[in-house]
């Protein structure tokens, strides 16, 4: 049987030659790459069965990497590392999929330990194929955003790229009001043409499938005169 492939994606070179030493010493086969845009390449060309992945990276940050890994359905477990005591992150890298998060500074003993217990779940799952991608609740529904659906009791929708990519933003700016140019700057793009108007029309969609009674929604709520805020929760807004 042939090693199992682990590649860092680290750009502290101190921390990145410790790491990879220690993972050789494992008996791990170790890939590395310096920055978020190499590692995200090399990761995609080889499909290592784990990747370790900073989040502060030059050229692209580790979510951004985590991301495009996720909507490539590249099957690797991904760790995350990362500095002490950003809970935000450690949130936001479970819902985009990451498998285990390590925060800095950490054994590698304990590291290992991990990297270990989580190449045992993930060796049940088809490679190259991601299965049980990121599923995340939201009120009574669970969003699935490798297959593409929302489900709620009593119903299943699908959800198109621009809805879940539009649901992630959401999920990523909770409780913050969220005005539509930034709304289209952050989840079309600004070399795209769309007018604030498609910002509405994918709410409406959105609410549909996702709020309980879409006319008094209590996940995507509008904030009259600027745009919208959202509430995984759910709130009981006033009729
Ligand atoms: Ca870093």
């Known amino acids: 049987m042939s090693a199992t492939r682990v590649l860092v994606i680290e750009d502290e070179l101190p921390l990145r030659l410790a790491l990879c030493d220690a993972l050789r010493g494992e008996g791990f086969e170790v890939l590395e790459a310096a920055d978020g845009e190499r590692g995200l390449a090399l990761a995609l060309a080889e499909a290592p069965e784990l990747v370790l992945l900073d989040l502060m990276l030059p050229k692209r940050d580790g979510f951004s990497v985590l991301r495009a890994l996720r909507e490539d359905r590249l099957s690797s477990a991904v760790v995350i590392l990362s500095a002490r005591g950003e809970e935000w992150d450690r949130v936001q890298g479970f819902e985009y999929g990451a498998d285990d998060y390590v925060v800095k500074p950490f054994s590698t003993r304990e590291l290992v330990l991990?990297?270990?217990?989580?190449?045992?779940?993930?060796?049940?799952?088809?490679?190259?194929?991601?299965?049980?991608?990121?599923?995340?609740?939201?009120?009574?529904?669970?969003?699935?955003?490798?297959?593409?659906?929302?489900?709620?009791?009593?119903?299943?929708?699908?959800?198109?790229?621009?809805?879940?990519?539009?649901?992630?933003?959401?999920?990523?700016?909770?409780?913050?009001?969220?005005?539509?140019?930034?709304?289209?700057?952050?989840?079309?793009?600004?070399?795209?043409?769309?007018?604030?108007?498609?910002?509405?029309?994918?709410?409406?969609?959105?609410?549909?499938?996702?709020?309980?009674?879409?006319?008094?929604?209590?996940?995507?709520?509008?904030?009259?005169?600027?745009?919208?805020?959202?509430?995984?929760?759910?709130?009981?807004?006033?009729?």
């Open 114 to 239: 991990r990297l270990r217990a989580v190449l045992a779940r993930s060796a049940g799952r088809t490679p190259g194929l991601r299965e049980e991608g990121a599923k995340v609740r939201i009120g009574e529904a669970v969003v699935d955003f490798a297959a593409y659906t929302l489900e709620r009791p009593g119903a299943r929708h699908g959800l198109s790229r621009m809805e879940l990519e539009l649901l992630r933003y959401f999920l990523a700016h909770e409780n913050t009001t969220l005005d539509r140019g930034t709304l289209l700057d952050d989840v079309w793009g600004r070399d795209a043409d769309p007018t604030a108007r498609t910002v509405d029309t994918h709410v409406l969609k959105l609410r549909k499938k996702l709020e309980p009674e879409p006319e008094n929604p209590r996940h995507i709520l509008t904030v009259h005169g600027v745009g919208y805020r959202f509430c995984r929760q759910g709130e009981l807004t006033s009729r």
